[in-house]
């Protein structure tokens, strides 16, 4: 009688190994569904809280406060009142831009302030350092021209020297002084060009006199 074998069980299969500690999850299609969904991007978050805050009130006048001693052309505010109202602007928001404005036409005439001072104060320094008429005879020949100014000059000839600066030019200076100075002198006030081409201003002003001023 034959021997009846007995057939070997199948070996049982090893479980999966569980994955370590450090190990990413695994990317099923249920872990997916759980991730928590990504967040919105900080610009669009910032669109959408825009779009729920109520646009500003723009007004019908827009009444516009200046800092003191700051002055705006009238005619500029009034053309550039409908662009702020095209923009939507309010009152708040309008009164910062002429506030801007402002500030930069404040910085602009102090430039110019300070452009014009060193200028004429500059013409003083060639005047006080020429070899001709400054130096230790300067004080001397200023006198001399304040004599052809207060014989020939006028209200309104001084208000100009004074408000254009040219009171302090080198050049007028040194005019003012040679006329001054043929006056104490006694001489004729001449220029460079030939009297023979032309008649004597003090004649011609003068027709009594012999030429003397």
């Given at each position: ?18 994955p ?20 919105a ?84 320094g ?17 006198a ?11 209200p ?58």
């Open positions: 009688m034959s021997e009846t074998t007995t057939p070997a069980a199948p070996a049982a299969e090893a479980a999966p190994a569980a370590a500690a450090d190990a990413a999850p695994p990317n099923t299609l249920l872990a997916a569904a759980m991730d928590p969904a990504p967040a991007p900080a610009e669009q978050t910032q669109n959408v809280e825009a779009e729920k805050q109520p646009a500003p009130a723009v007004p019908e006048a827009y009444e516009f406060k200046l800092p003191e001693g700051v002055a705006l052309d009238q005619a500029t505010l009034d053309a550039a009142t409908p662009v702020f109202k095209d923009l939507g602007l309010s009152q708040e928001q309008a009164q910062k831009l002429v506030d801007f404005q402002a500030s930069r036409e404040a910085a602009r005439a102090q430039e110019q302030v300070k452009a014009w001072n060193d200028m004429v104060s500059a013409w003083e060639e005047v006080k350092a020429d070899k001709e008429i400054g130096g230790a005879k300067l004080e001397e020949n200023v001399s021209a304040k004599i052809a100014l207060d014989t020939f000059g006028t309104a000839l001084r208000d100009a020297l004074n408000k254009f600066g040219w009171g302090s030019h080198p050049e007028m200076v040194k005019f003012m002084v040679k006329v001054g100075s043929a006056m104490k002198e006694g001489g004729s006030i001449t220029g460079a060009q030939s009297q023979a081409a032309r008649p004597d201003p003090a004649t011609s002003l003068f027709p009594k006199s012999s030429g003397k001023v």
